[in-house]
Each structure stands twice: as structure tokens, then as C-alpha cells.
């Protein structure tokens, strides 16, 4: 059996008297692309928040690429090679697409203006957004320039997706990507999913869109009571099996552990 | 639906058009706008450029109103003179406010920090340079202080720096024992205190070292802010600080030194006051915090964080100095002179909110 490349075992984590994850496992696996999926409140924001770095579990532990990792802050994450797409999105709306991009990841020139004087680079950095956008196909933004909140929330959504493609090295994690876009971007977005993994990075995915979630994953993790129920294979269930398990309908059984 | 016959990876059915579809960047028919609604777009796009014509205007107009005494280049560098100190108490609050904070706290720093070098320098015959050096290093750490507090401690700004201005303001008066340090010994001990009192005559124009040192602060500032990483986590900070943690900003970090850089300006400020005023009073400048918030506020940063540029605070405070002068020489009573500054503060908030009504 291969290592997984990011794996939780026995995360908990309560706010008060509530119990977002209740001893969660969570396996990805190298080169795939994993789905969660789960109902409202079931936990899956939290898994995402404590596997990226923007929430400490209480306890249990994440190990990447088979070393135990405790990340203080999204950045530490992030500087592992785990990039996100927060459902927030995390965008600073008074700032440029530029400037959202690269944030935390800035270019600065090179030389003295550089290294002294702290200048970015925003050529540099102009021109690489731009190129991440178009590979994103998101035609319709006409300024790189312009603030964020002038753009629609697909738009939006589209730089937030760009800035992860663009940074995550090891890990990309996407919370309900394509919640606010339209039929073509949300095709051009999962064409891009398809395409990182085809780059070798493993992608997990947090989706309510049941057609979205079998096109692309490789496995599903269904998520229900801040636990993992059960890890299914999309070829052998079908939607509606998969909805009856996260939704408590229906037990699952002898399902496969892991792929 | 039987999915487990569905050919993976095609995508679905209805998607299958989008081979076709257009490629072009979208582009519209546009309206004529009106006048009223263009002007409203341009200073959508450059907020700065409220209180600039608002600061062009207002010297026309009491150029007009008051005549040659006004508009001379004695008395414009007169105002600049004149709104150094406070000029540069709102550099050190802009800082603050686009962090979506405030800071009650930054003229009671630099009166502190002015009777420490003082009485270091002028009574306890430290090397006036050392002294100084003190004094920067005690801005710092009291701006670290407020940093704390907002930061660690969790306490919204307004309620930390509200504390720490009695608290600083009462190791002032302990320090100094409510008595001001002389003009002449000053002169006698540490003139290098007074640096900023220097003047360099141009014709009849006066510029001081401090009202030339005022402009040279923002200029670095307004260059730390907008060309460097530094800046733009500041401003993505104060606009929404949960969303900057989370694309990777130790927003804490970047807090601290936002508190304390504002707390090194307000001891440079300390330095150029004891310039300005000769003397070094430990009852000066009381109302000084809410000067410099209104000098941030009539140069259109928002108090909520996030958006205005820092020249802005400049204009600011040139806005108010120009309406004192040109009301003084016009020989209006000093209270109508505060009247219309409070209607100023009113006018600029107002515009501000006009503008961010701006409709495409």
C-alpha cells in the first residue's frame, strides 16, 4: 500500500458544547483527486480548516508526506506546499487581483531596489496573474488592475481558484469552488482540477454539486457527525447511494477503506 | 439516474456547446454619462483627489476673501509651519486607521517622549543624540504597548489606546513634575533638540527643517505602503483581517509593527515639536489624538480600514491649517474657526460616502 501524502488520524476539535469533528480520519492519497462531501454542519469546513492551518485541533494528528506537521497559521501551510480555497474565498476586496494574488508571496525586483529598499516587482507580477487567469479562462475580467470587489463573485471566485493553482505545491484543497460560477466557468474549473492532478498534485475537494463530484473524483469521502463514514469508489455507487449515506438514509456497507 | 454507465470525464450533456462558445473580452455599450456622474468615477478611482481640490480650493477662495496676506509664500509656509507637528501625529494615525484601528494615544506618546529627551538631555547631561535615541526606542515600545494590547490581549483599539493615553499622559506629568523645560536652557544644554526649528528662507517663503521633515515622513510612508509587501498586507489587514490571515498574513505581526512604527513617528514628532514650540511643555498638544483623526478624516481614509491613501492625511492637515489661517486673517473669532472645521470633518465623511455610492 502506498503512504498517503496527507493523512489526519483522531482529529477532534469543539467549540464549546459543539462538536465539529468527533475523532475524524482523513486519507488523500498521491496523484488523485479526493471529494468530500457531507450535509450542512457535518464538519467538512472544520476538517478543511484544521488540515490548512486556519484552526488548531484539540487533538490527533496530520502527518504530510508521512512527517507530523502542527501548523500554527494558514501561512505555515501554505509554505508547506498546502494551498486553499476558502469558501470566504479570503480575498481582500479593496485590494487589486494583482496584489490578492500575491499575497504573502510577493516578487520583489531584483538588486538593491530589491533587497534594501523592499520595491515589488509589479511587472513581474502583473504579467504572471494575468497568464494564471487565462489558463482560467476567465475572459471577462478587462483590468488585472482593478480592485476585487468590483468583480462579480464568480470572478472572484475565479482569482481565488487561480491563487491556489498557482502556489499550491504539494496540496490543493478547494471548499465548494464552483458554488457561485456560472455553467462555463464551473467546466473551466474542473477541467483545471483535472489538469493540476495531471501535473502530479493531489486535489481535495468540498462540493454539494453531486454531478461535479462524480465526474472528477477519484474517491469520496463522505463525511456525516464531524466523522469520516466511509471512503466510496464513484464507479461502484450512484449519486443517490451516496447522498442516502451522507444524509443517514442508508448504512453503508463493506465499503472499501481505502483505494 | 444511473451514473455507473455514465462515460467518465466528458462532462455533462448540457455542457457539450460550450465548444462554441465566444471567445471574445466582453465589451458594452456605454451610456452617456452625465457630468455630475463622471466627476463621481474619477474620484471613485483617485480618492486623494477630494482633498486636494478641496485644499486648491479653499486657498483660492481665502486668497480671494483675505487678500495678499494670505496668499503670500510667508504665510503658506506659515501654515505648513504650523501643521507640521500635527501633520505628522497624522501620519502616525493613518497608520493606525487603516488597520481599521484608532489611536487615542499619539500626542500623549510624543509629549512623553519629548520630556524624557528633555530632561535627559537638558537636565541629566546625557548626550543630546542618546537622548533622542531613548526617546525613538520609548515611541516604539509604547506603540508596541497599544500593539499588544490590541493583538494579544484582544481589546478593541479605541478601548487600548484610550487607556494608555491617561497612562501615558500621567507619566508625563510625574516625569516632568507638570513643569515645562525652558527655552533657554535648552538652547544652553541640547540644541540639537531644536534642530527642527531651523528655518531655510527662500524670498519671503520660511520653510522649517520640520515642515520639510512632515512631507519627507509621508513621502516614505506613502512608498512603504504601496510598493512594498509590507503596505499591501497592511491594507489587506484593515480590510478584512480574518480573510488576510487566511492568504497567508500573520496579521498579528503585522499589527505590532503597524503600532509600533505609528509610536517611533510620534517620538520623531516629539523631536520636532520641542523645534516648533521652543520649549518643551508637558501640557501641550492635549488635544492632539483628535486633531490628527481629523486631519486623517478630511484627507478621505476611511475609519473603517482598508481604503485611502496616506497623502490624504497631508491634505488633511493642510485643509485645516489653511481654514485657520485664512479665517484668522479674514478676522474671524477663533471660535467660529473651530465651528468650521467641525463642519469640515462633517462635509469630508459625507463625500466620502457619496463617492462609494458610485454607480456603474
Request: glycine share 10%.
Amino acid at each position: 500500500m502506498t503512504q498517503p501524502i496527507l493523512q489526519a488520524r483522531g482529529l477532534v476539535k469543539r467549540y464549546g458544547r459543539v462538536t465539529a469533528l468527533d475523532n475524524c480520519d482523513f486519507d488523500l492519497m498521491a496523484g488523485e483527486i479526493l471529494a468530500v462531501i457531507g450535509d450542512n454542519g457535518a464538519g467538512k469546513s472544520s476538517l478543511i480548516k484544521a488540515l490548512s492551518g486556519a484552526i488548531k485541533p484539540d487533538a490527533g494528528e496530520i502527518r504530510l508526506d508521512g512527517q507530523e506537521v502542527a501548523f500554527a497559521s494558514p501561512l505555515e501551510a501554505q509554505n508547506a506546499g498546502i494551498a486553499t480555497v476558502y469558501q470566504t474565498l479570503a480575498l481582500s476586496p479593496a485590494l487589486s487581483i494583482v496584489d490578492n494574488m500575491f499575497i504573502g508571496h510577493e516578487i520583489r525586483k531584483e538588486g538593491i531596489a530589491g533587497s534594501l529598499f523592499r520595491a515589488l516587482d509589479h511587472g513581474k507580477m502583473r504579467d504572471f496573474a494575468r497568464q494564471k487567469l487565462n489558463e482560467l479562462g476567465l475572459m471577462t475580467i478587462q483590468n488585472i488592475d482593478q480592485k476585487v470587489e468590483t468583480l462579480s463573485g464568480g470572478q472572484r471566485q475565479g482569482v481565488a481558484v487561480a491563487r491556489a493553482a498557482a502556489f499550491g505545491s504539494k496540496v490543493i484543497i478547494l471548499d465548494e469552488p464552483t458554488a457561485a460560477l456560472g455553467v462555463k466557468e464551473s467546466r473551466k474549473v474542473l477541467d483545471l482540477i483535472l489538469d493540476v492532478r495531471s501535473r502530479g498534485i493531489p486535489i481535495i475537494l468540498i462540493s454539494h454539486n453531486m454531478p461535479h463530484v462524480f465526474e472528477v473524483a477519484d474517491r469520496i469521502h463522505v463525511h456525516r457527525l464531524g466523522k469520516r463514514l466511509c471512503v466510496i469508489n464513484p464507479k461502484d455507487y450512484t449519486m443517490s447511494d451516496a447522498v442516502a449515506f451522507m444524509t443517514g438514509a442508508k448504512q453503508p456497507e463493506g465499503v472499501m477503506a481505502e483505494a | 439516474m444511473t451514473d455507473t454507465s455514465q462515460p467518465p470525464r466528458k462532462g455533462q450533456d448540457f455542457e457539450q456547446v460550450l465548444d462554441k462558445s465566444d471567445t471574445r473580452v466582453a465589451s458594452f455599450e456605454t451610456r452617456a454619462k452625465s457630468p455630475v456622474e463622471r466627476l463621481q468615477h474619477l474620484l471613485h478611482g483617485n480618492p486623494t483627489l477630494v482633498p486636494v481640490i478641496v485644499l486648491l480650493v479653499s486657498i483660492a477662495a481665502f486668497g480671494v476673501i483675505a487678500g495678499g496676506k494670505f496668499f503670500s509664500a510667508f504665510n503658506l509656509t506659515l501654515i505648513m509651519q504650523q501643521v507640521s507637528i500635527i501633520g505628522i501625529l497624522a501620519a502616525a494615525q493613518t497608520l493606525i486607521i487603516l488597520t481599521a484601528g484608532i489611536d487615542l494615544s499619539v500626542a500623549a506618546i510624543m509629549v512623553l517622549m519629548a520630556v524624557i529627551a528633555g530632561n535627559l538631555a537638558v537636565y541629566s547631561g546625557v548626550p543630546s543624540g542618546i537622548a533622542l535615541l531613548i526617546a525613538f526606542a520609548g515611541g516604539a515600545g509604547a506603540g508596541l504597548m497599544n500593539g499588544f494590547l490590541v493583538t494579544k490581549i484582544k481589546l478593541p483599539p479605541f478601548i487600548s489606546t484610550l487607556g494608555t493615553w491617561s497612562i501615558f499622559y500621567a507619566l508625563n506629568l510625574w516625569l516632568s513634575g507638570a513643569q515645562s523645560i525652558r527655552s533657554q536652557d535648552i538652547d544652553a544644554n541640547a540644541p540639537l533638540l531644536k534642530l527642527f526649528g531651523e528655518t531655510i528662507a527662500i524670498g519671503s517663503a520660511r520653510l522649517t527643517y520640520g515642515s520639510l521633515l512632515m512631507v519627507l515622513i509621508f513621502l516614505v510612508l506613502w512608498y512603504m505602503l504601496n510598493k512594498t509587501a509590507w503596505g499591501r498586507h497592511v491594507y489587506a489587514v484593515g480590510d478584512d483581517k480574518d480573510a488576510a490571515e487566511l492568504a497567508g498574513i500573520r496579521t498579528d505581526r503585522t499589527l505590532l509593527s503597524v503600532y509600533a512604527l505609528s509610536g517611533l513617528i510620534c517620538a520623531i514628532a516629539a523631536w520636532a515639536s520641542i523645534g516648533r514650540v521652543g520649549s518643551i511643555s508637558p501640557q501641550a498638544f492635549y488635544d492632539g489624538n483628535l486633531q490628527s483623526i481629523t486631519a486623517v478624516v478630511i484627507g478621505g481614509i476611511s475609519l473603517f480600514g482598508g481604503r485611502g491613501s496616506i497623502l490624504g492625511a497631508l491634505f488633511g492637515a493642510l485643509i485645516v491649517g489653511v481654514f485657520q489661517s485664512g479665517l484668522r486673517l479674514a478676522g474671524v473669532d477663533v471660535l467660529w474657526q473651530v465651528f468650521a472645521i467641525g463642519w469640515l470633518i462633517i462635509l469630508a465623511v459625507a463625500i466620502d460616502q457619496w463617492i462609494r455610492k458610485v454607480s456603474a
